[in-house]
């Protein structure tokens, strides 16, 4: 049996485990998924244990996804972001990957949103915002992003200046949104407060897809801001399920039964 899972502090309250689980009952594999809270202080010692036992393969979560770096081989995109949420185990130095970014390009891949060339605007320039800008950005994207606060963003701005990416503070929206095609929420406003959006509705318009990375609630505030302006809405469930999906395709080789983990998700939520 292979045994995969998911390291941060708190995880018991994951939708991971059903969702990848859910995968290996779709493709009759014989697998497990586990919840763990290592010690913050001994991050390296639980992935050389892990390796040593046999682990298949680890997700990693808040607030563990910078730290596990030095332990790690990262690939380009999770050096470029500064965060891992998926380990490889091959024998050498486990190598850490960012699935986030690709979450996000797949979401909108599945509600048929190109990314290549379009304008986006990214909200938020903490961890979710800095993969959501850099995804966007390396699949393409002429890609703002703003902060409330500003230095965050151009920060962000500076690191990936390769790519274009440029920054503000959530007043420059007024300006931003109105020729966008993409949006991201990558803030935790909408999370507490099912009424908060960190957009003024009024900006929001019928040539906008729209994905909201908060997922509890589902239908946050901006979605449906989004939807009464006719916008395409994505929502975070489906960054969720691409992330995992990604991971599930590296650690397995196998195609990942999407509907399956989908359905686990989503009954879930
Ligand atoms: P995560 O790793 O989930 O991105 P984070 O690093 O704490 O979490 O970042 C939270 C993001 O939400 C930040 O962009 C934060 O803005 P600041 O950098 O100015 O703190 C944003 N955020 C949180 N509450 C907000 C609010 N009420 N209005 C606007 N932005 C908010």
């Given at each position: 049996m292979d045994v995969y899972g998911l390291i941060g502090r708190?995880?018991?309250?994951?939708?991971?485990?059903?969702?990848?689980?859910?995968?290996?009952?779709?493709?009759?594999?014989?697998?497990?998924?586990?919840?763990?809270?290592p010690q913050p202080e001994r991050i390296d010692e639980a992935i050389a244990g892990a390796d040593a036992l046999g682990v298949a393969g680890l997700n990693v979560t808040v607030p563990f996804k910078q730290d596990v770096l030095p332990a790690l081989d990262p690939t380009p995109t999770a050096e470029a972001v500064g965060a891992v949420n998926t380990i490889t185990f091959d024998g050498g130095t486990p190598e850490g990957h960012n699935t986030d970014t690709e979450g996000v390009i797949r979401a909108f891949e599945h509600h048929d949103v190109a990314v290549e060339d379009q304008s986006a605007v990214?909200?938020?320039?903490?961890?979710?915002?800095?993969?959501?800008?850099?995804?966007?950005?390396?699949?393409g994207a002429d890609t703002f992003v703003a902060n409330r606060t500003v230095e965050r963003a151009a920060t962000l701005a500076d690191e990936f200046a390769d790519l274009g990416v440029e920054a503000g503070g959530l007043d420059?929206?007024?300006?931003?949104l109105p020729g966008a095609d993409l949006l991201v929420n990558a803030t935790s406003v909408g999370m507490d407060d099912p009424d908060a959006s960190p957009v003024p509705a009024a900006l929001l318009h019928g040539d906008l897809a729209v994905l909201d990375a908060v997922y509890s609630p589902l239908r946050t505030r901006l979605l449906r801001d989004a939807a009464d302006a006719g916008a395409t809405?994505?929502?975070?469930?489906?960054m969720l399920l691409y992330q995992g999906v990604a991971a599930f395709e590296r650690w397995t080789g196998v195609d990942a039964p999407v509907a399956a983990m989908n359905a686990a998700l989503r009954d879930r939520l």
């Open positions: 708190p995880v018991e309250h994951s939708l991971s485990p059903p969702m990848h689980e859910a995968a290996y009952a779709a493709r009759s594999l014989d697998a497990r998924y586990v919840t763990l809270e990214v909200v938020g320039a903490g961890g979710a915002g800095r993969a959501a800008t850099y995804a966007l950005a390396d699949a420059d929206l007024d300006e931003r809405t994505v929502d975070g469930a489906w």
